[in-house]
């Protein structure tokens, strides 16, 4: 009988400067079944991606690629595709270059690259992976799912791969793409790859996995056969502490003053928006990616342009398109892209909490570097940010205690309104209470939020009402307390009978 | 903690700071050209060498800036020598005293830099085709309003800005380190400094927070260009005439002092003293090829041969630390 355990990990050890990311590990990956790993954010999954690629050895313990002792025999890694988190493909190259490149993989020895040739060869691996573009199509043009699904045909196409690692594939996908995802998932199965998957999305895993080990703080802490275990008792494993999924964070008292006012709002990818945020309201944005749900907040924000439409804050006419006169008004944008567009990656914790507040920190020319020093360290206590500096490069934070990061700076300016994207991406479940917690203090307090998420049980148990969006319009108002959430579901895929 | 526990976390401290490796480098050169030119070390000679340091390190203080924001300017010698003419040409002609011309000319070099940063921030316009098409347009009107002749007669006034010593300092070194000193305190102490460094990592991120981006990358290309009118000026007062044709080497070699300093191309990283003494650096190659007695067609190729290696060194240093750190952990 063939070998079923593909790979197997064997006693893993990793350490890293003032971590121990791997604790003497073991995992058995067997062909044909899908393995999930989950845990916490730090709790070793990326370490276990790249000891599985080859990109780290692992300092203690054995690696056996289809038997082959891959730390000795660096050709058996050829055997693991490694689907990234993030996008990284060539944007401004087609679909068809994209999928072959290296050219050289694509069984063609020629020194020329020939389109036709490229683009009639892919057309089997689109349809196998369920992409629909065209293989002509320039990647960037194409929907970020297509270019999800084409990142996984990439690596698993010319690749000798036994091996398919994918890393929270499903973080910007809408409801309809991860099925998609999932059917490519079980051709996967049927061809008999042996499929990781490491996801945040507890439901996932339960929908799709056979097998699920969970760590955490770099220990495997539990493995079992999916049908043997419960999302309880993952979740307690993952954080040690039970968690009540039916926990609701929506502040009960709202005050009637209306805050801000939009009304007929058009913008980029999206038109005629209206809505009223009162204060201390928690209010939902539903929808898929690439409704238009980041461009209205953006566009409310001053970060892009507004096409038409009246805006009243505080009851008074609002002057859109300006970033700093927003954040003086007090309202603040915590942006989806944390690493794009929400962190300076190499400058420390404290520069990054005190940056915006330079004004009110010091004078206007000088520091007074111990007041700077106290501040950030009242908001890495307040916030509950683990660093082992303040300071030491953001980019070496998990991306929770980024977050908080983000979020403790912004509350320095003591804001009115805040507009959280996509808040939890990215996030392990410990982490994600902790911050819808947080947004129900500050709402309790008196500042007005609006949450846009993808997560419709994020919506609900966060908001007070949730405006759906469908292809940049507004489909409806919901009272979250009053509906289901099939509802808000169907709204937001455009089925919803009574369009306003 | 006692004071050897002190003492030893500032040993460490140097030792990791980036600028070391770079100091080490020209330690390195000035041995070698003490040893074998006997000329190397004397008065003469370091005087006249720290003349030539001043004018390279000024402008590359204000390339400095530049390139932590993650962009390039070309326009340093162009902007340096139009100044410099159009200096020497009003004080000539006209009655106006001769610092009230100094200063306005220094207007005038903030304004050059004022447009390249409008260009690049207005239309968003990469900065090194912008620097590059201001270059031909700069040194056009040069060489319209000279004819390529130099401009002579330039007041005695101001001859002590260049040619003049303060102690045994030659002036234009002086001045130097005066700029040096603002640079320091502008892109260290102040918030204007920090929001520099912020955006040269990610301007995305420092639009999101509402900075001022757009004002601070025009600060840096007006001041920047206000350092380069602040070299021609000094020129010169040290030639005596006005030359349409000085700092033609600037551009190139004050990127290359920035890079050598340990500044890097992307931005966001990066001291103004590394540009300094990346300028220390490459000033002393120059000195030890004329000492030496290189022919002057090998001339270019052998600085050229140092910068690399200088670069070079730097970066085997780092990847040599950061394996044994490696290594370390593993026991």
Same mark, same amino acid.
């Given at each position: 009988?063939?070998?079923? /355990?593909?790979?197997?990990?064997?006693?893993?050890?990793?350490?890293?400067?003032?971590?121990?990311?791997?604790?003497?590990?073991?995992?058995?990956?067997?062909?044909?079944?899908?393995?999930?790993?989950?845990?916490?954010?730090?709790?070793?999954?990326?370490?276990?991606?790249?000891?599985?690629?080859?990109?780290?050895?692992?300092?203690?313990?054995?690696?056996?690629?289809?038997?082959?002792?891959?730390?000795?025999?660096?050709?058996?890694?050829?055997?693991?595709?490694?689907?990234?988190?993030?996008?990284?493909?060539?944007?401004?190259?087609?679909?068809?270059?994209?999928?072959?490149?290296?050219?050289?993989?694509?069984?063609?020895?020629?020194?020329?690259?020939?389109?036709?040739?490229?683009?009639?060869?892919?057309?089997?691996?689109?349809?196998?992976?369920?992409?629909?573009?065209?293989?002509?199509?320039?990647?960037?043009?194409?929907?970020?799912?297509?270019?999800?699904?084409?990142?996984?045909?990439?690596?698993?196409?010319?690749?000798?791969?036994?091996?398919?690692?994918?890393?929270?594939?499903?973080?910007?996908?809408?409801?309809?793409?991860?099925?998609?995802?999932? /059917?490519?998932?079980?051709?996967?199965?049927?061809?008999? /790859?042996?499929?990781?998957?490491?996801?945040?999305?507890?439901?996932?895993?339960?929908?799709?996995?056979?097998?699920?080990?969970?760590?955490?703080?770099?220990?495997?802490?539990?493995?079992?056969?999916?049908?043997?275990?419960?999302?309880?008792?993952?979740?307690?494993?993952?954080?040690?502490?039970?968690?009540?999924?039916?926990?609701?964070?929506?502040?009960?008292?709202?005050?009637?003053?209306?805050?801000?006012?939009?009304?007929?709002?058009?913008?980029?990818?999206?038109?005629?928006?209206?809505?009223?945020?009162?204060?201390?309201?928690?209010?939902?944005?539903?929808?898929?990616?690439?409704?238009?749900?980041?461009?209205?907040?953006?566009?409310?924000?001053?970060?892009?342009?507004?096409?038409?439409?009246?805006?009243?804050?505080?009851?008074?006419?609002?002057?859109?398109?300006?970033?700093?006169?927003?954040?003086?008004?007090?309202?603040?944008?915590?942006?989806?892209?944390?690493?794009?567009?929400?962190?300076?990656?190499?400058?420390?914790?404290?520069?990054?909490?005190?940056?915006?507040?330079? @004004?009110?920190?010091?004078?206007?020319?000088?520091?007074?570097?111990?007041?700077?020093?106290? +501040?950030?360290?009242?908001?890495?206590?307040?916030?509950? +940010?683990?660093?082992?500096?303040?300071?030491?490069? +953001?980019?070496?934070?998990?991306?929770?205690?980024?977050?908080?990061?983000?979020?403790?700076?912004?509350?320095?300016?003591?804001?009115?309104?805040?507009?959280?994207?996509?808040?939890?991406?990215?996030?392990?479940?410990?982490?994600?209470?902790?911050?819808? /917690?947080?947004?129900?203090?500050?709402?309790?307090?008196?500042?007005?939020?609006?949450?846009?998420?993808?997560?419709?049980?994020?919506?609900?148990?966060?908001?007070?009402?949730?405006?759906?969006?469908?292809?940049?319009?507004?489909?409806?108002?919901?009272?979250?307390?009053?509906?289901?959430?099939?509802?808000?579901?169907?709204?937001?895929?455009?089925?919803? @009978?009574?369009?306003? | 903690?006692?004071?050897?526990?002190?003492?030893?976390?500032?040993? %460490?401290?140097?030792?990791?700071?980036?600028?070391? %490796?770079?100091?080490?480098?020209?330690?390195?050169?000035?041995?070698?050209?003490?040893?074998?030119?006997?000329?190397?070390?004397?008065?003469?000679?370091? #005087?006249?060498?720290?003349?030539?340091?001043?004018?390279?390190?000024?402008?590359?203080?204000?390339?400095?800036?530049?390139?932590?924001?993650?962009?390039?300017?070309?326009?340093?010698?162009?902007?340096?020598?139009?100044?410099?003419?159009?200096?020497?040409?009003?004080?000539?002609?006209?009655?106006?005293?001769?610092?009230?011309?100094?200063?306005?000319?220094?207007?005038?070099?903030?304004?050059?830099?004022?447009?390249?940063?409008?260009?690049?921030?207005?239309?968003?316009?990469?900065?090194?085709?912008?620097?590059?098409?201001?270059?031909?347009?700069? %040194?056009?009107?040069?060489?319209?309003?000279?004819?390529?002749?130099?401009?002579?007669?330039?007041?005695?006034?101001?001859?002590?800005?260049?040619?003049?010593?303060?102690?045994?300092?030659?002036?234009?070194?002086?001045?130097? !380190?005066?700029?040096?000193?603002?640079?320091?305190?502008?892109?260290?102490?102040?918030?204007?400094?920090?929001?520099?460094?912020?955006?040269?990592? %990610? #301007?995305?991120?420092?639009?999101?927070?509402?900075?001022?981006?757009?004002?601070?990358?025009?600060?840096?290309?007006?001041?920047?260009?206000?350092?380069?009118?602040?070299?021609?000026?000094?020129? !010169?007062?040290?030639?005596?005439?006005?030359?349409?044709?000085?700092?033609?080497?600037?551009?190139?070699?004050? !990127?290359?002092?920035?890079?050598?300093?340990?500044?890097?191309?992307?931005?966001?990283?990066?001291?103004?003293?590394?540009?300094?003494?990346?300028?220390?650096?490459?000033?002393?190659?120059?000195?030890?090829?004329?000492?030496?007695?290189?022919?002057?067609?090998?001339?270019?190729?052998?600085?050229?041969?140092?910068?690399?290696?200088?670069?070079?060194?730097?970066?085997?240093?780092?990847?040599?630390?950061?394996?044994?750190?490696?290594?370390?952990?593993?026991?």
């Amino acid at each position: 009988m063939e070998n079923q /355990k593909v790979l197997v990990l064997e006693n893993i050890t990793k350490v890293y400067p003032g971590v121990v990311a791997l604790k003497n590990v073991s995992i058995d990956f067997e062909k044909g079944k899908v393995h999930c790993l989950m845990g916490e954010n730090g709790a070793g999954k990326s370490t276990i991606a790249r000891i599985l690629t080859g990109l780290r050895i692992p300092d203690e313990g054995k690696v056996y690629i289809d038997g082959v002792d891959a730390v000795k025999d660096k050709r058996a890694y050829q055997k693991v595709a490694y689907v990234p988190q993030e996008l990284d493909l060539f944007g401004s190259m087609t679909v068809a270059e994209n999928l072959f490149m290296p050219f050289g993989k694509s069984g063609s020895k020629s020194m020329f690259v020939n389109n036709r040739d490229l683009n009639k060869r892919a057309i089997p691996f689109l349809e196998k992976f369920q992409i629909t573009a065209n293989p002509s199509d320039i990647v960037e043009d194409i929907s970020v799912s297509e270019q999800q699904l084409l990142q996984i045909a990439r690596a698993i196409v010319f690749q000798e791969s036994e091996i398919v690692m994918l890393d929270e594939p499903t973080t910007s996908l809408g409801l309809q793409d991860v099925e998609r995802l999932f /059917k490519v998932i079980h051709e996967l199965k049927k061809d008999n /790859k042996a499929v990781i998957f490491v996801s945040h999305k507890i439901e996932e895993i339960f929908t799709i996995g056979d097998e699920i080990t969970v760590l955490s703080n770099g220990e495997k802490v539990a493995h079992s056969k999916i049908e043997d275990t419960n999302i309880q008792q993952v979740m307690q494993q993952m954080t040690g502490r039970d968690i009540d999924l039916t926990l609701t964070f929506y502040p009960e008292k709202i005050s009637d003053e209306i805050v801000l006012e939009v009304e007929n709002l058009c913008g980029e990818r999206f038109a005629d928006v209206s809505f009223k945020l009162r204060k201390g309201e928690i209010l939902g944005f539903a929808g898929l990616v690439g409704a238009g749900r980041s461009e209205i907040a953006q566009t409310i924000y001053g970060y892009l342009a507004a096409a038409k439409g009246k805006v009243k804050l505080y009851n008074r006419n609002y002057r859109l398109g300006n970033v700093s006169k927003s954040v003086k008004s007090g309202i603040v944008y915590l942006p989806e892209e944390r690493r794009s567009q929400g962190i300076f990656s190499i400058l420390s914790v404290k520069e990054n909490i005190t940056l915006p507040l330079l @004004k009110q920190i010091i004078g206007e020319f000088t520091f007074a570097a111990k007041k700077e020093t106290t +501040i950030a360290n009242q908001v890495v206590k307040e916030y509950d +940010i683990k660093t082992p500096s303040l300071n030491k490069e +953001i980019q070496f934070l998990s991306g929770g205690n980024q977050q908080k990061v983000i979020i403790g700076r912004s509350m320095l300016g003591k804001p009115k309104i805040i507009i959280f994207d996509e808040p939890t991406k990215g996030i392990d479940v410990g982490a994600k209470l902790e911050i819808y /917690k947080l947004m129900k203090k500050l709402a309790d307090n008196g500042v007005s939020i609006i949450v846009i998420s993808s997560e419709l049980e994020e919506l609900f148990k966060c908001a007070n009402r949730v405006i759906s969006i469908y292809k940049g319009r507004k489909v409806e108002e919901f009272e979250t307390s009053e509906s289901g959430i099939k509802d808000i579901m169907h709204s937001i895929l455009g089925l919803s @009978k009574n369009k306003s | 903690m006692g004071e050897p526990s002190k003492a030893k976390s500032i040993f %460490n401290a140097i030792r990791k700071n980036k600028m070391t %490796n770079i100091f080490l480098v020209f330690l390195f050169l000035i041995i070698i050209a003490s040893i074998f030119s006997p000329y190397f070390m004397t008065a003469y000679n370091i #005087r006249s060498q720290a003349r030539e340091f001043a004018f390279l390190g000024i402008v590359a203080l204000g390339q400095a800036c530049i390139l932590l924001l993650g962009e390039i300017d070309l326009t340093v010698g162009t902007t340096s020598a139009l100044c410099g003419v159009i200096a020497g040409i009003f004080m000539v002609r006209t009655n106006f005293n001769p610092f009230i011309i100094f200063i306005l000319i220094l207007i005038l070099g903030a304004f050059i830099g004022f447009i390249n940063g409008a260009l690049v921030t207005g239309l968003r316009l990469n900065s090194l085709v912008v620097t590059i098409g201001m270059v031909g347009i700069l %040194n056009g009107v040069n060489l319209t309003i000279t004819k390529g002749q130099a401009v002579l007669n330039i007041p005695e006034s101001i001859y002590f800005l260049g040619k003049g010593s303060l102690g045994p300092l030659p002036m234009p070194f002086v001045i130097m !380190i005066v700029v040096l000193v603002v640079v320091m305190i502008i892109v260290k102490l102040t918030r204007l400094g920090r929001y520099m460094y912020a955006i040269g990592n %990610n #301007r995305e991120t420092a639009k999101i927070l509402g900075l001022p981006v757009t004002p601070v990358r025009i600060f840096a290309f007006s001041f920047a260009g206000m350092l380069y009118a602040l070299a021609g000026l000094i020129m !010169i007062a040290r030639l005596g005439t006005a030359q349409p044709s000085i700092g033609s080497e600037w551009a190139l070699n004050s !990127i290359a002092a920035g890079v050598i300093g340990g500044i890097s191309l992307v931005g966001g990283i990066g001291n103004p003293l590394g540009a300094i003494i990346g300028v220390a650096i490459i000033i002393v190659i120059q000195n030890i090829i004329v000492l030496f007695g290189v022919s002057p067609y090998l001339q270019t190729a052998v600085s050229g041969i140092v910068v690399v290696a200088a670069i070079s060194f730097d970066s085997i240093t780092n990847m040599v630390s950061q394996r044994k750190k490696r290594l370390t952990k593993l026991d």
